[in-house]
Structures are given as structure tokens and as C-alpha cells.
């Protein structure tokens, strides 16, 4: 007897069970945007690490440069660059706060949505 056709992933891939946290994402409406509120969560977080990091690596390089000036202007260089980077992240999350208080009247309006929607019985 010949195997079943590969059409579909559970053919493919046999029985599977969601994550146990995936009803947070498919039940409500605004599962998207639950997703992506998470999304821009990590990304922030992921700037003010880099940040940190490149602030770190460039005082070292600062302070173990001897007095060249080239190496001097280089970690100078990327230290404005990691805190010009932190203030752009952060000031996105201020704007957006700033417009979601004119225009919805709460803050988090737009960094952090809620749909409406009919009722679920």
C-alpha cells in the first residue's frame, strides 16, 4: 500500500498540539496586534542591549587607545551613534504617547490598542 500524500502539515509533519500559549494570539480579535505590541516590546529591549553593549565596547576602546586620536574619534563616533539610537527608540514611544493622548485621550492608545468587537458568548 503506498503512503498517504505530504499535502497537508499534519500529513506531513503526523499529529501535533498548539503551544500552550497560542489562544492568547487566534480566540480574540486583536490577536495581531497583541503579537506585534510584543514584537515592538522586544525590539526595544533589544535596542537599549545593543546600546549598552556598543557603549561598553567603546569605552574600552576609548580608554585603551593611547592617546591615538583616530581610535579616540572612532569609539567617540560609535558612542553618539548607540545614544543617538536610544534616543530615537525611546522618543518613538513618547511620540506615540503623546499622539495617542491628543487624539484617543489615553496614552497607551496607540502603543498599546484595544478592539472592540461583538460579544463572544
Given at each position: 500500500?503506498?503512503?498517504?500524500?505530504?499535502?497537508?502539515?499534519?500529513?506531513?509533519?503526523?499529529p501535533?498540539?498548539?503551544?500552550?500559549?497560542?489562544?492568547n494570539?487566534?480566540?480574540?480579535?486583536?490577536?495581531l496586534?497583541?503579537?506585534?505590541?510584543?514584537?515592538?516590546?522586544?525590539?526595544?529591549?533589544?535596542?537599549?542591549?545593543f546600546?549598552?553593549?556598543?557603549f561598553?565596547?567603546?569605552?574600552?576602546?576609548?580608554?585603551?587607545?593611547?592617546?591615538?586620536?583616530?581610535?579616540?574619534?572612532?569609539?567617540?563616533?560609535?558612542?553618539?551613534?548607540?545614544?543617538?539610537?536610544?534616543?530615537?527608540?525611546?522618543?518613538?514611544?513618547v511620540?506615540?504617547?503623546?499622539?495617542?493622548?491628543?487624539?484617543?485621550?489615553?496614552?497607551t492608545?496607540?502603543?498599546?490598542?484595544?478592539?472592540?468587537?461583538?460579544?463572544?458568548?
Amino acid at each position: 500500500m503506498p503512503p498517504p500524500p505530504l499535502d497537508t502539515p499534519k500529513t506531513f509533519f503526523g499529529p501535533f498540539d498548539a503551544p500552550q500559549n497560542i489562544q492568547n494570539y487566534t480566540e480574540d480579535p486583536s490577536g495581531l496586534i497583541l503579537l506585534l505590541n510584543n514584537i515592538l516590546r522586544v525590539a526595544i529591549f533589544a535596542a537599549g542591549i545593543f546600546a549598552l553593549i556598543n557603549f561598553l565596547i567603546s569605552g574600552i576602546q576609548y580608554i585603551g587607545s593611547s592617546g591615538n586620536p583616530e581610535i579616540i574619534k572612532k569609539a567617540s563616533s560609535r558612542m553618539w551613534f548607540s545614544f543617538l539610537g536610544l534616543v530615537v527608540a525611546t522618543s518613538s514611544l513618547v511620540i506615540a504617547g503623546i499622539i495617542g493622548l491628543v487624539f484617543f485621550g489615553h496614552a497607551t492608545a496607540i502603543i498599546n490598542p484595544v478592539i472592540y468587537g461583538p460579544p463572544t458568548p
